[in-house]
């Protein structure tokens, strides 16, 4: 009887060194990938805020050559919402 238990001690023992190895190899799986995905978000967010700046560039100098004026100087006037533009919206 002492050894049927044993050998199924030594079988459960077995199954767990398994179950752990299977573990610590979907962690390092999980890790390298998380890595990656990382790696690939600050990338991505590098572009974008080149993207960004470049797009600000860009509609700074289209409007400098459409109304031969700085987009610095109106920008509070177009920000500002007047109730008579909201009544055409609607």
Known sequence: MKDVNLGEKD???RKLIEANRTLKDE???EMER????E?????LLV???VAAKENAKYAE???AN???SKLGNFESYLAK????????EE
């Open 47 to 49: 572009k974008f805020n």
């Open 34 to 37: 998380f890595t990656l995905m």
């Open 61 to 63: 100098l289209l409007f």
């Open 27 to 29: 962690l390092d799986r």
């Open 81 to 88: 919402t007047d109730s008579s533009n909201q009544r055409f």
């Open 66 to 68: 459409t109304t031969g």
């Open 11 to 13: 079988r459960t023992i």
């Open 39 to 43: 790696n690939k978000y600050k990338e």
